[in-house]
């Protein structure tokens, strides 16, 4: 049971390039969401899923797209890179659609756009 | 004012003391809380929900105060894995999106 892994770990990109961070998780959980974390901020949720085909906006969704084909993948999508989508990512699930339930969360993607 | 605000540290601590830290919310609303741990550039994990009676995990103990709006956590006889940051989260409402995250508190432990 690997639980939410995400590739890549680490990503230099040059503002205007495009690029996708999988997510896959196999605990068969419905609810997937990638959020960012930057120096001294509190993650931000970027875009959530609530199971295949559904999709939401979060607090930060601009600049980002996401998809959700199937319960395992989560795919975020940088449409075109700024220097401010320098962050780490992460991408997480959880079983049930209540936030007191426990979020499980990939190791992360250091992205840096230059 | 921030929606979740904790002292960003680090506290430094030898080891065997105790620590503890709060987290101030501003919507009295928030209907759960949490605290999260997150090793050097790893992922968050979640250490203990916080219970309005309080709830207590070995070492550590977390508490809620509703009419000053802030929670805490106590962690005693520190060890020196405990080094980490300390993330405070606050649910608004039941969905993920109402979940609002601080910035976290860096605590330290010395040998």
């Known amino acids: 049971n690997a639980g939410v892994t995400q590739t890549p770990k680490f990503q230099v990109l040059k503002t205007g390039q495009s690029m996708t961070l999988q997510c896959a998780q196999d605990m068969n959980h419905e609810y997937m969401s990638w959020y960012r974390q930057d120096p001294g901020m509190g993650l931000r949720l970027i875009h959530y899923?609530?199971?295949?085909?559904?999709?939401d906006q979060g607090e930060v969704p601009n600049g980002y797209n996401v998809s959700r084909s199937t319960t395992e993948d989560f795919p975020l999508r940088l449409l075109s890179a700024a220097p401010s989508q320098t962050s780490v990512y992460f991408c997480a699930s959880r079983n049930s659609p209540y936030g007191t339930d426990t979020q499980y969360f990939g190791p992360g993607t250091r992205l840096t756009v230059l | 004012r921030k929606e979740v605000e904790q002292d960003p540290g680090p506290f430094n601590v030898p080891e065997g003391a105790t620590v503890a830290f709060n987290c101030t919310y501003s919507?009295?609303?928030?209907?759960?809380f949490f605290w999260y741990r997150q090793d050097c550039r790893k992922e968050p994990k979640l250490l203990m929900s916080?219970?309005?009676?309080?709830n207590e995990d070995g070492r550590f103990t977390a508490q809620l105060n509703r009419a000053s709006q802030y929670i805490s956590l106590l962690i005693r006889d520190s060890k020196l894995s405990d080094s980490a940051t300390y993330l405070c989260v606050v649910n608004m409402g039941d969905s993920n999106y109402q979940l609002i995250w601080g910035a976290g508190t860096k605590l330290i432990i010395k040998p």
């Open positions: 919507n009295s609303a928030s209907q759960s």
């Open positions: 899923s609530v199971g295949a085909g559904i999709t």
């Open positions: 916080v219970y309005s009676s309080g």
